[in-house]
């Protein structure tokens, strides 16, 4: 089975500072990728995707990663932390046997300060 | 479209009693989802539907979680009898059928605290 592990349960940054949100995926064949956000007392959100067409991707809120299938990571970044970027974001691999399927990382709590 | 739905927000129940929780999917999506969300094992898919079938229920725990989808607009997890480590956030989800590379999109969640 395909699995992703995040590296860092907690990463704190400042107001403006790059945010890097590691996440590494285990799979033996070709896998899809995303990045999930949970706010407070919500449920999950889409934040971007990877589905084999251009390794760097593009999501909302000015996040992006990129594919790097050497080093088997799906990294997430963003150039400068909002306070509003505070949740908790998910890194997801599709299973074997179809995209519906999701395994999920154990999540990074991303904290902002001023 | 007022996104995936479910009720209750929060249940507090006792040992033992049965908990339904409950989902309401987006309009024209096919897939739906169940997950459970602890601090001790994260975010676990327990089953999913098709079409209203269940498709794959390796994730359901024990005899004593079961889940239904009647029809297209409603989907119930059922626990009975509840237990303490029952306690969690389950999630449902779904998924539209155009396309192979849709989102699921995620119900606000419903608190279970089993005392």
């Known amino acids: 089975a395909q699995s992703v592990t995040q590296l860092g349960s907690h990463v704190s940054v400042s107001e403006g500072a790059l945010v890097l949100l590691r996440c590494n995926y285990s799979s033996s064949v070709p896998p899809y990728l995303f990045w999930y956000v949970q706010y407070p007392n919500q449920g999950l959100q889409l934040l971007l995707k990877y589905t084999s067409a251009a390794t760097l991707v593009k999501g909302i809120n000015g996040f992006e990663a990129e594919f790097k299938k050497s080093e088997t990571s799906f990294h997430l970044t963003k150039p400068s932390a909002h306070m509003s970027d505070a949740a908790e974001y998910f890194c997801?691999?599709?299973?074997?046997?179809?995209?519906?399927?999701?395994?999920f990382g154990t999540g990074t709590r991303l904290l902002v300060s001023p | 479209d007022a996104g995936v739905i479910q009720s209750p927000r929060h249940e507090v129940t006792e040992m033992g009693q049965e908990v339904t929780l409950r989902c309401k999917p987006i309009s024209g999506h096919d897939y739906l989802f169940w997950y459970r969300q602890t601090m001790m094992r994260g975010l676990e898919l327990l089953i999913y539907?098709?079409?209203?079938?269940?498709?794959?229920d390796s994730g359901m725990p024990e005899d004593r979680f079961s889940a239904k989808m009647p029809n297209a607009s409603f989907s119930t997890l059922k626990i009975q009898p509840s237990e303490p480590r029952d306690s969690a956030v389950y999630f449902c989800a779904s998924q539209a059928p155009a396309g192979k590379y849709n989102e699921q999109f995620f119900g606000p969640g419903t608190r279970l605290t089993v005392l």
């Open positions: 997801a691999v599709s299973d074997h046997g179809g995209f519906q399927k999701l395994v």
């Open positions: 539907f098709n079409n209203n079938v269940p498709i794959d």
